[in-house]
């Protein structure tokens, strides 16, 4: 079964410090990765999408891709208390059929 | 412009009830999904058209059926609605060539 893991939290850091979040796949077709993240009572949104191994910067984020170690992982720079929200981690299959996500870090930013 | 649509947001409903939440997206992406959002925010797949195309149908109880009239359109059609059934329910959408997920803004079901 084609699983996406993360560590649950809560991960609580200090505004301005950089929270690092993780993320393991199973599925070894998997070609595509997506960072979403999601308010209390609101819809995923994408912040991130990463295809190729290395690292992906988008402003204070920046992804980074293992296909080897089958790991994903999300830097938040200068972290902000609007940061606070859980993440969602997200692995396409080779098909693009479909979209398998994490349960959810949830991330608090103490002001 | 929204992106995608559905409706209702919110829908409280009795046991044993039939219920149907729409989906509308105007992306023109080739792909839709339906996505169960449970208690503890675990975000699990239902379903998947492609091309109004049914290719993706996750181990649900067969209370629940999706329709497809056209590749924007995605509806979920809930028979003999039961407690367990209350959670979140986003439809999304996106385009079979690597594209990402666009999501809903959700419909929040409760079962009373």
């Known amino acids: 079964q084609k699983e996406v893991e993360q560590n649950s939290g809560p991960l609580s850091v200090p505004e301005g410090a950089i929270a690092s979040l993780n993320c393991t796949y199973s599925?070894?077709?998997?070609?595509?990765f997506f960072w979403y993240r999601q308010y209390s009572g609101k819809s995923p949104e994408l912040i991130m999408s990463?295809?190729?191994?290395g690292d992906k910067e988008d402003g204070r984020f920046t992804a980074q891709l293992n296909k080897a170690s089958q790991y994903v992982s999300l830097l938040i720079r200068d972290s902000q208390p609007s940061d606070s929200a859980t993440y969602l981690c997200?692995?396409?299959?080779?098909?693009?059929?479909?979209?398998?996500f994490g349960p959810g870090t949830r991330l608090s930013v103490l002001p | 412009d929204t992106a995608v649509s559905q409706t209702p947001k919110y829908l409280v409903t009795q046991m044993g009830n039939d219920k149907s939440i729409k989906c509308e997206q105007n992306?023109?992406?080739?792909?839709m999904y339906w996505y169960k959002q449970d208690s503890k925010k675990f975000l699990k797949i239902m379903f998947s058209?492609?091309?109004?195309?049914?290719?993706i149908n996750e181990t649900v109880p067969n209370r629940f059926s999706p329709k497809s009239p056209d590749k924007a359109h995605l509806n979920l059609h809930i028979n003999s609605l039961e407690l367990g059934d209350s959670a979140v329910y986003f439809c999304?959408?996106?385009?079979?060539?690597?594209?990402?997920?666009?999501f809903g803004q959700g419909t929040r079901l409760t079962v009373v």
């Open positions: 990463i295809y190729s191994n």
């Open positions: 997200a692995a396409r299959d080779n098909y693009g059929q479909n979209f398998v």
């Open positions: 999304a959408s996106s385009q079979t060539s690597r594209g990402m997920a666009f």
């Open positions: 992306l023109g992406h080739d792909t």
């Open positions: 599925d070894r077709g998997s070609q595509s």
């Open positions: 058209y492609n091309n109004k195309e049914l290719i």
